[in-house]
């Protein structure tokens, strides 16, 4: 069965930065690309992060220079780290893969930008 646990999230003040983790199991996780998506109040969710095997990265337009995909095979995670942030990064942060057309999602984490 896979699983995606997100942690990490929280409130944070405009400018600041947070690291997002997203532990998987049930798959043998060094060989999936993984995803960060994120999903504000009234929005549609939106893919904000790519990892394509172990160094090819792709970004939102709206993240690129001020957020960071990777991940660490030995501990079945991948990260976020998340810089600069801003009001409109508000939004739940969901870690997603998929395989054979089945998509597996997280339960999210919450992050708050505010002053």
């Known amino acids: 069965q896979v699983q995606l646990v997100e942690s990490g999230g929280g409130l944070v003040q405009p400018g600041g930065s947070l690291r997002l983790s997203c532990i998987a199991s049930?798959?043998?996780?060094?060989?999936?690309?993984l995803d960060w998506y994120r999903q504000a109040p009234g929005k549609q969710r939106e893919l904000v992060a790519s990892i394509i095997g172990n160094t090819n990265t792709k970004y939102a337009d709206s993240v690129k220079g001020r957020f960071t995909i990777s991940r660490d095979n030995a501990k079945d995670t991948v990260y976020l780290q998340m810089d600069t942030l801003k009001p409109e990064d508000t939004a739940v942060y969901y870690c997603?893969?998929?395989?054979?057309?089945?998509?597996?999602w997280g339960q999210g984490t919450q992050v708050i930008v505010s002053s």
């Open positions: 049930g798959i043998a996780f060094r060989f999936y690309n």
């Open positions: 997603h893969t998929d395989t054979w057309g089945t998509n597996y």
